[in-house]
T-cell receptor, first 110, second 113 residues
């Protein structure tokens, strides 16, 4: 059974720092891995999607990597801003279903 | 440019009452999903649909039923609400399973007393 874990559960850093969020999964047979952002009281917004054949994807200040053999993905946020404060969730597409991590709550201090 | 719309946004039910949550998407998507989100936990899949007229059970289907009579709508029903069903419910959709991201609604916050 696929399980997805995100560490840490919460992270607080000063504005301007580069940071890394972690996501691990137990079964390497995945179709893709996705990173989402969730703001309080809102739905989820897709940030990056990495296909199983890819190693990384980039969008602006965000870079996501995927290492299927070790069951790990990282989301790198460069030059963090207060507007980046949100909960970040990763999910793996496994057998037509997305299996989700519990998320990392990120606070960027001005 | 509505995307995925969920109604209602909030609801309070008493134990034993029934209700239906509506999800509507205007993107002609094939796949639709119902999730619940509880504090400290990831999203858990309740039911999903791979096309009009189809439904399938997800990870936590007990106490819920769904219908997909029209391609654009995916209904989630609670026949006899229980306090354990207090949660935030999200609907999501995707066109094809072709590495396109999920589109989410803004959620329905349900409280069962």
């Amino acid at each position: 059974k696929q399980e997805v874990t995100q560490i840490p559960a919460a992270l607080s850093v000063p504005e301007g720092e580069n940071l890394v969020l972690n996501c691990s999964f137990t079964d390497s047979a995945i179709y893709n891995l996705q990173w989402f952002r969730q703001d309080p009281g809102k739905g989820l917004t897709s940030l990056l999607l990495i296909q199983s054949s890819q190693r990384e994807q980039t969008s602006g200040r965000l870079n996501a990597s995927l290492d299927k053999s070790s069951g790990r993905s990282t989301l790198y946020i460069a030059a963090s801003q207060p507007g980046d404060s949100a909960t970040y969730l990763c999910a793996v597409d496994s057998n037509y279903q997305l299996i989700w991590g519990a998320g990392t709550k990120l606070i960027i201090k001005p | 440019n509505a995307g995925v719309t969920q109604t209602p946004k909030f609801r309070v039910l008493k134990t034993g009452q029934s209700m239906t949550l509506l999800c509507a998407q205007d993107m002609n998507h094939e796949y639709m999903y119902w999730y619940r989100q509880d504090p400290g936990m990831g999203l858990r899949l309740i039911h999903y649909s791979v096309g009009e007229g189809t439904t399938a059970k997800g990870e936590v289907p007990d106490g819920y039923n769904v219908s997909r009579l029209k391609k654009q709508n995916f209904l989630l029903g609670l026949e006899s609400a229980a306090p354990s069903q207090t949660s935030v419910y999200f609907c999501a959709s995707i066109g094809q399973r072709d590495n396109s991201p999920l589109h989410f609604g803004n959620g329905t916050r349900l409280t069962v007393t």
